[in-house]
């Protein structure tokens, strides 16, 4: 039942993404910077109106972290993509083709997902030796894990000598300090707190603190480091902020390299 359930949800949703895509198209004055497409709006989600490309479902973060390559990383592109072993937890899809085009090796992995090359816990990554891959994307992801400071512990073992890794998490406007939920909260608990059932925390602006403690250089691209007509035009931020207290505004990619 469950399964008929989420196929149909799935067909629903494909069907109105089509639709969208080919309906949404005049004026041109929004474009999607990974899949080209281009047109009037994109799609609202859960917490912003206007946020989401019709056409490859991408995000803020996937268009932002887009632009960060283009117009900062490009001539550094072989460094960090290409020739490179990556790994990209919990894959968004909109992201697959670039990242596997442009690299040496793409490696899938997540938890629970059936989808991927790897099974794999980021606190406990038992499968993967030290020194393994030059790249891990990890976007939004260690909201949901046990402990943050296992999961860079490992992040930072698995990466090669001089490897990367960027990061995305939800983070809360003006909040300072990352909080914490106890292991004692349940799903409402942490929907109530945290803005969804299977959040643990979520992060403050000390979020790039904590990298630099697991021995990450670690560089922050938001919004501000691009022209404003590139960011309305692409979507590197939301049109307009959520008005609840636990959106993510400003989003902000992470950029980090192991230090040791
Ligand atoms: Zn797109």
């Not at 949703?13 to 949404?24: C, L, T, V």
């Not at 946020?51 to 996937?62: D, E, G, L």
């Not at 590197?236 to 902000?252: D, G, H, V, Y």
Request: with cysteine; proline share 2%; aromatic share 14%.
């Amino acid at each position: 039942m469950n399964k008929a359930i989420y196929i149909f949800k799935r067909f629903k949703s494909r069907i109105f993404k089509k639709f969208a895509e080919y309906f949404f198209i005049y004026p041109k004055n929004k474009g999607c910077n990974i899949c080209g497409w281009s047109g009037s709006r994109f799609l609202n989600d859960k917490w912003h109106e206007n946020v989401i490309c019709p056409k490859c479902f991408s995000s803020v973060r996937h268009r932002l972290f887009k632009a960060a390559i283009d117009e900062f990383y490009k001539k550094d592109l072989y460094l960090l993509i290409s020739n490179k072993n990556i790994l990209h937890c919990a894959p968004d899809k909109c992201l697959k083709k670039f990242l596997k085009i442009n690299s040496k090796t793409y490696t899938t992995g997540d938890l629970l997902r059936e989808d991927c090359d790897l099974v794999i816990d980021l606190c406990d990554m038992k499968n993967i030796s030290n020194n393994s891959y030059d790249l891990l994307i990890v976007f939004d992801i260690l909201e949901h894990v046990e402990s943050v400071g296992n999961a860079l512990n490992e992040i930072n073992r698995v990466l090669t000598k001089n490897g990367h890794a960027i990061f995305t998490v939800p983070q809360k406007d003006g909040l300072k300090y990352t909080i914490e939920g106890n292991s004692k909260l349940n799903k409402k608990d942490r929907e109530r707190q945290f803005g969804q059932w299977d959040h643990r925390r979520i992060f403050g602006s000390d979020f790039s603190e904590m990298l630099t403690n697991y021995e990450f250089m670690v560089t922050e691209i938001s919004d501000k480091n691009f022209r404003l007509e590139k960011v309305l035009y692409n979507g590197l931020k939301p049109f307009k902020k959520s008005l609840n207290p636990l959106a993510t505004n400003e989003r902000k990619i992470y950029f980090c390299k192991k230090i040791n």
